[in-house]
């Protein structure tokens, strides 16, 4: 069974703190990925990555930065949470053919920036 | 750029009658098309997905859509529906030109199925 394992679940965070979110990968996949999700908006890519110590830049990359120590765990680092960063964070991954395969989606992180 | 809409935010249903969602793509070639569910305060699952071929694709749970490249389509289906598919529903697609799997989702399709 696919497993993607997001931590923590929720978070309250304060305006200019910093915030990491974390996702860890048993599926032995190359690409992993973070979404945010918000109402209306569905669900828009932030950075994904293809191979350990590498990441690339989604649709929506201001204001986050990524880290990917190990084919297993890929991080979403927010240096400045603000109020607009208030979202449903979502970590998935997929192996590597083309378009083709299914992503494996982690139960998400609700991030609260106060 | 691609894009995916989902003209419906909520649609509600008695359990037993069918269920029809919508969606439209805009993308210069074919596609690959998927549609995923969200149960509450779960991650995305998928239902089914279309790369080619026969343009009617059966899903998980009973669920089928037809990708309609004349419409620029995607519809998904259930001809009976359960409480339990009450749940957020996403179109998503993929550029068949484009190396890993970056999906454009629409902004889902909220379900109640009425008991």
């Known amino acids: 069974e696919a497993a993607v394992t997001q931590s923590p679940r929720s978070k309250v965070a304060v305006t200019g703190g910093k915030v990491t979110l974390s996702c860890h990968q048993t599926n032995n996949h190359d690409y992993m990925y973070w979404y945010r999700q918000d109402t209306g908006h569905g669900l828009r890519l932030i950075h994904y990555s293809y191979v350990a110590d590498s990441t690339e830049k989604g649709d929506i990359p201001d204001g986050y930065k990524a880290s990917r120590p190990s084919q297993e765990n890929f991080s979403l680092i927010l240096e400045l949470a603000s109020l607009s960063q208030t979202a449903v964070y979502f970590c998935a991954s997929s192996d590597d053919r083309a378009g083709q395969n299914t992503l494996y989606f982690g139960a998400g992180t609700r991030l609260s920036v106060l | 750029a691609q894009s995916v809409t989902q003209p419906d935010a909520r649609v509600t249903v008695s359990e037993g009658a069918s269920l029809q969602l919508r969606c439209k793509y805009s993308?210069?070639?074919?596609?690959?098309l998927f549609w995923y569910v969200q149960y509450p305060r779960q991650g995305l699952q998928l239902l089914l997905k279309?790369?080619?071929?026969?343009?009617v694709v059966q899903g998980v749970n009973s669920f089928e859509a037809e990708f309609s490249k004349s419409n620029s389509s995607f519809h998904l289906q259930k001809a009976s529906v359960h409480w339990s598919d009450s749940a957020v529903y996403f179109c998503?697609?993929?550029?068949?030109?484009?190396?890993?799997?970056?999906?454009?989702f629409g902004i889902g399709t909220r379900v109640l199925v009425r008991p």
């Open positions: 279309y790369y080619s071929g026969d343009p």
């Open positions: 998503a697609l993929s550029m068949t030109n484009s190396a890993g799997n970056k999906l454009t």
């Open positions: 993308y210069s070639a074919t596609p690959y």
